[in-house]
């Protein structure tokens, strides 16, 4: 047996093991498992290894640099899932994401909404975003923050070729379980955007939030879209940060 094989079964046990948590996590709380889709955080990992975890049935794959995304897109590693951007977006670099995504999962300023709106217009589509909040209130962040959430959820309404789909947040690291009241507070703010805002059961539908040491209590609280790196693929190699 080869390295590649051995590789590619602990990835099927992984993902079946994390597909488990989320079902427990759920029924816990009385939600149907199949309310919550699993993204897969593919920063880092290969061509190959993206294939792998398709094959394996992962549905969706959300990257966060766009020069990763680029190049898996021409390589053409993504086929066969749906794909999410979930890092950090430049607006300078806004042509290279718009279009090609399913859904960017991080948008968190006006003019990054001004950006991806002409991007969009000038394709003739209509892109789905998230915004990113900062629900910690970490400098270190981005994402905007709580209180503000609803002024630009409103305004993301207005922009003809955007389609606002829900809320997307990265709260701060704490020991298991203790983070779980940003969760909370997270669920609390996509109800009442959901509510004053949507027009209808779709229209908003996505609270993205819980990654691999936390994505059972993102579920218990709430999430509609768990983002998973680790727990699937394994440790990553120290990367320098983005910028
Ligand atoms: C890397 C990443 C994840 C997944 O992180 P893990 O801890 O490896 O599961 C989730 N969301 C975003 C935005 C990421 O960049």
Redesign the pocket.
């Known amino acids: 047996m080869t390295g590649m094989e051995g590789k590619t079964v602990s990835l099927e046990e992984n993902i079946r093991k994390v597909r488990e948590n989320i079902t427990l996590a759920a029924r816990e709380v009385g939600r149907e498992p199949g309310e919550i889709t699993l993204c897969a955080?593919t920063?880092t990992q290969s061509d190959g290894t993206i294939r792998a975890a398709i094959a394996a049935g992962i549905a969706v794959c959300?990257e966060?640099r766009v020069q990763e995304l680029t190049a898996h897109l021409d390589a053409d590693a993504y086929a066969g899932s749906e794909l999410h951007f979930?890092?950090h977006l430049q607006t300078n670099k806004v042509k290279q994401v718009v279009g090609r995504v399913e859904l960017i999962?991080?948008v968190d300023s006006l003019r990054l909404l001004e950006a991806i709106d002409r991007q969009a217009a000038a394709l003739a589509l209509r892109q789905n975003i998230l915004l990113e909040i900062n629900i910690g209130r970490e400098s270190s962040k981005s994402g905007v923050l709580p209180e503000e959430a609803e002024a630009l959820a409103q305004a993301a309404l207005a922009f003809p070729n955007i389609r606002l789909r829900g809320l997307?947040a990265?709260p701060p690291v704490y020991p298991l379980g203790e983070g779980r009241r940003f969760f909370r507070e997270m669920r609390q703010l996509y109800v009442d955007i959901k509510r004053k805002m949507a027009h209808n059961e779709n229209d908003i539908n996505c609270l993205s939030m819980g990654?691999?040491?936390d994505?059972m209590d993102a579920v218990r609280e709430g999430a509609t879209l768990v983002?998973?790196?680790?727990?699937?693929?394994g440790a990553?190699e120290p990367v320098f940060p983005q910028g």
């Open positions: 955080a920063k959300g966060n979930i890092g999962q991080s997307m990265i990654m691999s040491g994505y983002r998973v790196g680790t727990a699937l693929f990553r």
